[in-house]
T-cell receptor, first 114, second 112 residues
């Protein structure tokens, strides 16, 4: 099955700095790559996603890049703010028996210091 | 529009007890999933249901059973709870393949 590796597990930055989280996946059939943000005590929520036919996507301070050849994708957050502090998960969606199953990385705890 | 609703939010079980975690979505989604979240392990898939009437095992199915009661509801059952099943359980749904998954608020389960 699909295997998603995510790094780093913890990332500490100063407010205003940029943060980058990287993920790799193993199954070349994966074609949908969402990123989720999980705040304390809540379920993960989608913040941005990218499909395999696109190399980059941006939404205000958040951007995601995808390199299909190398099987890796990254989340970039610019001008970080304290409210960006949360756990971030990457995922790869892979076809399996007629369905597409999201497989998640282990998460990155982002801490933004004021 | 409630989205994905999980009950209960918290539960403490004794080893060997059984219980069912309930999940319902009101978005008319076809696919539903049960994940468990443990520190440092991310979200691991227990079972999923691609559509009403079908269920399949995920990465960590041992000790669990599921029922897709109808299109809205997908329950997770622990027949004989073990301390290793102490975790936070998330239910999720999405309308079709390759789309955003919507998550419930989670059930924090402790088995003593």
């Amino acid at each position: 099955g699909e295997n998603v590796e995510q790094h780093p597990s913890t990332l500490s930055v100063q407010e205003g700095d940029s943060a980058v989280i990287k993920c790799t996946y193993s199954d070349s059939a994966s074609n949908y790559f969402p990123w989720y943000k999980q705040e304390l005590g809540k379920g993960p929520q989608l913040i941005i996603d990218i499909r395999s036919n696109v190399g980059e996507k941006k939404d205000q301070r958040i951007a995601v890049t995808l390199n299909k050849t190398a099987k890796h994708f990254s989340l970039h957050i610019t001008e970080t703010q304290p409210e960006d502090s949360a756990v971030y998960f990457c995922a790869a969606s892979t076809p399996s028996g007629g369905s597409y199953i999201p497989t998640f990385g282990r998460g990155t705890s982002l801490i933004v210091h004021p | 529009n409630a989205g994905v609703t999980q009950t209960p939010k918290f539960q403490v079980l004794k080893t060997g007890q059984s219980m069912t975690l309930q999940c319902a979505q009101d978005m008319n989604h076809n696919s539903m999933y049960w994940y468990r979240q443990d520190p440092g392990m991310g979200l691991r898939l227990i079972y999923y249901s691609a559509s009403e009437g079908t269920t399949d095992k995920g990465e960590v199915p041992n000790g669990y059973n599921v029922s897709r009661l109808n299109k809205r509801e997908f329950s997770l059952r622990l027949e004989s709870a073990a301390p290793s099943q102490t975790s936070v359980y998330f239910c999720a749904s999405n309308p079709r393949e390759g789309t955003e998954a919507f998550f419930g608020q989670g059930t924090r389960l402790t088995v003593v």
